[in-house]
């Protein structure tokens, strides 16, 4: 039990609060939490705070603006109670998908950091971030942990012959967390590249760069380079001389091409390998699903995966994305940590869905921050 300290838990992830609290044995204060008939929110500590140190767990979930809203009004509560330090807890961090400026649009990652600021936070803990260089965002001091650690040993406990394993990507901003998962389970990593339509200059959509040519096109194009290259012909086939020709390895690229919800056409194909291989799909949240799915659906049947584990640290799992997956028979399981809250009706609808609980990581991180102790020992360690 930690002296001296408040828990309190906002009303986004009660679940994942209590777990926290029984590791910590230091049961949840009291607190009321309550919208008036206006939809304005209140909230009231029921014990002192005074001089206390004070831990506030509030993720992100599908009310989102009222979690945010409902958290700094804790804050500001704990600071005018006169709390000697306020530490907010954000296992998943809201609005971080927004952390960079496309067009006449707002950081909002960064909003909400300032807003938190403002509110008068001390410190605050989370996991994953979308993208690592928020923590620039913060006007305090933030500890972003991994659950990269928690599920490296679930694979290792629960995914039978996971040795003949590989660790992939789903696009190329994702390639450093795969290949630090790699690292860490000693795997072969592979990431998968999706090239969109993009309008050439007679207005047609230029082809993908790895699509298999018929063998009239691969012979028109190749007089055409020798007209265009000339000399440097040599250089080119040199570079690869570890293939056979370059018609070889166009013709045994494995392309797919998808399409997405506005109708756009793309192509994917994977750098790697992964036949009669255990995929490990991996990305820091599973939102829309769409793309894991073309990417599963890529690996079996184009690449000749034996089994797909879509993996990720947050299951936000919009929309219909559980039944999604469920109907999907090229996902073997999908596996994602209780940082962010899923509804029962959520998990009855995926049967293929399992939780890696990470209470644990919060709960000795909070002990940490309590006594001074540092953190950098749950970045490697379960």
């Not at 012909?233 to 570890?242: G, Q, Y």
Request: proline letters at 3%; aromatic letters at 4%; glycine letters at 6%.
């Amino acid at each position: 039990m930690l002296r001296n300290t408040k828990i309190l838990a906002g009303s986004s992830h009660p679940e994942l609060a209590q777990a926290v609290s029984r590791r910590l044995g230091t049961p949840l204060a009291e607190a009321t939490l309550k919208k008036f008939s206006n939809k304005e929110t209140s909230v009231e500590i029921g014990v002192s705070v005074r001089g206390e140190d004070v831990f506030i767990i509030q993720s992100g979930s599908h009310n989102t603006n009222d979690n945010i809203i409902e958290l700094c009004i804790m804050i500001q509560a704990a600071r005018i109670g006169s709390a000697s330090r306020v530490t907010a807890v954000l296992p998943y961090f809201p609005y971080c998908k927004q952390s960079k400026r496309k067009g006449r649009t707002c950081i909002t990652a960064k909003l909400v950091a300032n807003m938190l600021a403002v509110a008068g936070v001390d410190h605050i803990i989370t996991m994953d971030l979308h993208a690592s260089q928020m923590q620039g965002f913060f006007q305090k001091p933030v500890d972003n942990l991994y659950a990269e650690p928690s599920i490296a040993k679930w694979i290792i406990q629960n995914v039978p012959d996971w040795e003949n394993g590989v660790v992939v990507s789903k696009n190329a901003g994702g390639a450093k967390r795969v290949t630090s998962l790699a690292d860490a389970l000693r795997l072969d990593f592979a990431l998968i590249h999706k090239d969109r339509a993009r309008a050439g200059p007679q207005g047609h959509n230029r082809p993908y760069s790895g699509m298999p040519k018929s063998a009239d096109n691969n012979e028109s194009n190749g007089l055409q380079k020798k007209a265009a290259v000339g000399d440097k012909e040599m250089d080119l086939m040199a570079s690869i001389s570890s293939l056979n020709s370059v018609d070889q390895l166009m013709n045994t690229t494995a392309v797919s091409v998808v399409a997405s919800d506005k109708g756009e056409e793309s192509t994917i194909t994977l750098v790697g390998d992964v036949k009669n291989k255990i995929a490990f799909l991996t990305d820091d949240m599973v939102d829309n699903c769409a793309t894991f799915l073309d990417a599963a659906e890529h690996l079996v049947k184009k690449c000749g995966a034996a089994k797909v584990y879509i993996i990720a640290t947050h299951g936000v799992l919009s929309g219909d994305s559980a039944k999604r997956i469920q109907n999907c028979d090229s996902v073997h399981k999908l596996v994602v940590t209780n940082t962010f809250p899923i509804p029962e009706e959520k998990r009855e609808q995926c049967k293929k869905l399992e939780i890696i609980d990470i209470s644990h990581t919060l709960a000795e991180a909070i002990r940490r921050t309590h006594n001074g102790e540092s953190v950098s020992y749950l970045f490697r360690h379960a």
